[in-house]
């Protein structure tokens, strides 16, 4: 069966950091590109970034793009995001997908709580 997992999430004070990871199990992902979605309370998803197959290429949303980073270790099967000087606006919750080209994402993790206290 194949799943992504997301962990790393937790309560941190404003201008802290986090490290998300999403760890995939079934198969390899080293050939996919990933991505990173959040979604704050009442809400949509938003897209956060994507990482290609091999790391040489992310994107991230220019909301974030000073904080936040995305890195993956194919090796592991997981994909992180690093995330500094955190906000109270990045409260959300945190998900994984699998980018399959087109604007289409497929195996959706369970997603992770961050929240950033003031």
């Known amino acids: 069966q194949v799943q992504l997992v997301e962990s790393g999430g937790g309560l941190v004070q404003a201008g802290g950091s986090l490290r998300l990871s999403c760890a995939a199990s079934?198969?390899?992902?080293?050939?996919?590109?990933m991505a990173w979605f959040r979604q704050a309370p009442g809400k949509e998803r938003v897209l956060v970034g994507r990482?290609?197959?091999?790391?040489?290429?992310?994107y991230v949303a220019d909301s974030v793009k000073e904080r936040f980073a995305i890195s993956r270790d194919n090796a592991k099967n997981t994909v992180y995001l690093q995330m500094n000087s955190l906000k109270t606006e990045d409260t959300a919750v945190y998900y994984c997908?699998?980018?399959?080209?087109?604007?289409?994402?497929?195996?959706w993790g369970p997603g992770t709580q961050v929240t950033v206290s003031s």
């Open positions: 079934g198969r390899t992902f080293s050939t996919d590109a």
């Open positions: 990482i290609n197959w091999s790391g040489s290429s992310t």
């Open positions: 997908a699998v980018y399959k080209g087109m604007g289409q994402y497929d195996y």
